[in-house]
């Protein structure tokens, strides 16, 4: 049947002039089409159209209708608090708005669109070893996205990259690469997290042979706040592989890593505890070791405390008493923890480090500087015994220098295009000073204490010329700036990457807190 002209025009005008009541008037990038787009609820949709943003009561709804799996979890879950609870530090344990814990890349796309587009404030947690409350925690007022579900293992048919999910704890990730008869440059302690180990350098077991964990990375799969899932390698999206090896939680959030692989290695090692009164011949030695070192597959470490001083002594490959350890040989031992025993750095981790210990409430604090002899170190020794007798009774200060030689340094710049740290290419120390106290009531005291102590340092060190600007991530406090300590032209770099890769300044404004670039004005 043929339709009169003047019924399609009738048509077409009703058409043009009326408004399709099915469909949304929303702006595309509204909450409310944002939340449709995805499938959520048409109540909750309908919630969303009607707020400013920063409820966290409806993200958290929405959370739960979208991820119905157990995968979000508010205050009336058994699993909440133990899921809060996890950080190391006690410091650490607020109780958010919910926990939502992706298992995919693709499902934390979707929970960061959920989150922008109802202005939500968020944080993201690892493994929680940091000593820095809100950066990986956060209160009722967000989100926390738990990461311990992106924790996929896999190593490449050559056996030269693993694969290696956010979510991990180094244990597995030692355990899993041995059995491929390879090892990775990770964690000193088997219940670090990866994401954050990562991100923020990356101190390992002969960090001097291989450079920093971040330095053997060499891809990153990242999640933007626009939801998109891009990798980033050497040779695509190049400028965000380079921001990443230093720049920190700036761009969006990091769900898997590819680190280069080693050869599978032995080792020897030992664990010795000196007095007291023999810590500043240790630490003359150890100083001397550092800016000396010329034996890469040797590796000291010391840790001064009250009523001893420990020092461990690792060698690559099963040497008796190896030639860089002759100088510390003279000290008097006040217990052998660990007799030289060969094996691998499994067995290390694995028997030394059982696993991380029970959780407690500890405050730390960072500060480095050049040390090309003796003389400083003990100084920061001094410092170190007149903060001591000022500390209240319960309370534990411990004084970690981490000699960092000019091979470090070179071994970072030769992998991998280098990264953004600014490092200077000389012996140096970087100082780990943390406070232990019996609950998070001693925090704010202890604070202080361990910031007198950096403040006191960081003025003589600038006094006698031996100060660095570098703060290791991984140890700094949460008022420190170590994103500055890169240097201005390092520091640029991630302010343009960061404005390229995240442009509405998402992982600014609505990151909870962390070493960000608003911070680092």
Known sequence: MQIPIYVLLLAFCGLATSTPVAQSTAAPDSPASVLATLGVDSSLVHS???????????????????????????????????????????????????????????????????????????????GGHLLAPGFNSIGKDGV???????????????????????????????????????????????MVGVGGFLLGGGLSFFYNSYGLGLDNVSRYKVVLTDGRIVDATPTLNSDLYKALKGGLSNFGIVTEFD????????????????????????????????ANETDTNSIVQVQ???????????????????APFVPFRSLPILQTVLPQTNGTVNSLLFGVNDGGGVPTTEVGSALSHTMTSADFLLET???????????????????????????????????????????????QNWIDIFMTVPDPSYADHATTIVNGFVATLSQRAKQQGVFLPYLYPNNAAPNQKPLLGYGPGNFANIESTAAKWDPKGYMQSLQNDGYLIRNSQ
């Open 259 to 290: 680190l280069m692989t080693n050869d599978f290695f032995e080792i020897s090692y030992e664990v010795v505890l000196y007095h007291p009164e023999d810590t500043p011949a240790l630490l003359r030695a150890y100083a001397n070791y550092t």
């Open 381 to 427: 020794y001094q410092v170190y015994l007149d903060t001591l007798a000022t500390i209240p009774p319960n309370t534990i200060l411990t004084y970690v220098p981490q000699g960092i030689s000019a091979g470090l340094v070179r071994a970072g710049l030769a992998r991998n295009g280098g990264n953004l740290l600014g490092l200077s290419e000389t012996p």
């Open 304 to 322: 001064v405390m009250a009523n001893y001083s420990l020092g461990f002594y690792g060698y690559k490959g099963y040497v008796n008493s190896p």
């Open 48 to 126: 969303a159209a009607n707020t400013s943003g920063g409820d966290v009561s409806l993200a958290c709804r929405v959370l739960s209708s979208f991820f119905p799996r157990n995968d979000t979890i508010t205050a009336t879950s058994t699993f909440y608090t133990p899921l809060y609870q996890v950080p190391w530090s006690e410091t650490c344990w607020i109780a958010p708005g919910c926990i939502v814990t992706p298992s995919s890349a693709e499902e934390l796309s979707k929970i960061l669109k959920i989150l922008i587009a109802l202005k939500t404030k968020f944080a993201t947690r690892s």
């Open 144 to 190: 926390l996205i738990a990461l311990q579900d992106l924790n996929n293992l896999a190593m490449s048919a050559d056996r030269k990259t693993a694969t290696v999910g956010t979510g991990n704890r180094w244990r597995d990730v030692y355990s899993f690469v041995a059995d491929y008869n390879v090892t990775i440059v990770g964690g000193r302690e088997p």
